[in-house]
């Protein structure tokens, strides 16, 4: 793993980019050693090979508003809680269908 960026104390702390063995990558704010703020994650090899998550961050999970853009062209935005889709949001399909509605902790 490598990480670029601004250090606290010996913590990533502020702006950075962390990128995993696997091809993952994250660049955006840490605090204390974790993605904290405002980021983009990018998918490297694996099952989410592609996909973006681009937005608010707590402690290392997506929390508050963001846009996560599938490798298929589906795309979710809105907000999220403890790392799952939760409150209002819209789901885009890359045939153009779109459902705009209220999701629980992942579920519409």
């Known amino acids: ?41 990018i998918y490297g090899n694996g099952e989410w090979n592609g996909d973006i998550y681009k937005g608010e961050y707590v402690n290392g999970q997506r929390e508050g508003f963001g846009k996560y853009n599938y490798s298929n062209g589906n795309s979710y935005v809105g907000t999220w809680k403890n790392n799952v ?9 890359e045939n153009g269908d779109v459902y705009t509605g209220n999701w629980d902790k992942g579920d519409r």
């Open 1 to 41: 793993d490598v990480y670029t960026g601004n250090w606290n104390n010996g913590e990533r702390t502020g702006n950075g980019t962390y990128i995993w063995e696997n091809g993952n990558v994250y660049e955006g704010e840490f605090v204390n050693g974790t993605e904290t703020g405002n980021g983009r994650f």
């Open 85 to 93: 889709e939760n409150g209002n949001r819209t789901y885009n399909w």
